[in-house]
């Protein structure tokens, strides 16, 4: 059975850091090109950050220099560590999981940034 499971995200501080973990397990996950997805209120879900299986990662304009994915195959996680947050970083993230066709998606994580 596939899960993706987030965790990590909460309420946090414009300026502040947090760092979201999505385990993974039912599929090999080094075969799949992992990324971060948000959607906030109203709003279409877009990508944020993605790393492919040789770790080469991308970024939406507005995260780059804040954000970086990271992915440890040998714990089937993949990482998104957030600097500098700012108020329009709120939204729920997800992460997927790609490989061709297939492609898998988690429950989602709260992201809350406010003061």
């Known amino acids: 059975q596939v899960q993706l499971v987030e965790s990590g995200g909460g309420l946090v501080q414009p300026g502040g850091s947090l760092r979201l973990s999505c385990a993974a397990s039912?599929?090999?996950?080094?075969?799949?090109?992992m990324a971060w997805y948000r959607q906030a209120p109203g709003k279409e879900r877009e990508l944020v950050a993605a790393i492919n299986t040789g770790g080469t990662t991308s970024y939406r304009d507005s995260v780059k220099g804040r954000f970086t994915i990271s992915r440890d195959n040998a714990k089937n996680t993949v990482y998104l560590q957030m600097n500098s947050v700012k108020p329009e970083d709120t939204a729920i993230y997800y992460c997927k999981a790609v490989l061709g066709r297939a492609n898998y998606w988690g429950q989602g994580t709260q992201v809350t940034v406010s003061s």
């Open positions: 039912g599929f090999t996950f080094s075969a799949y090109v």
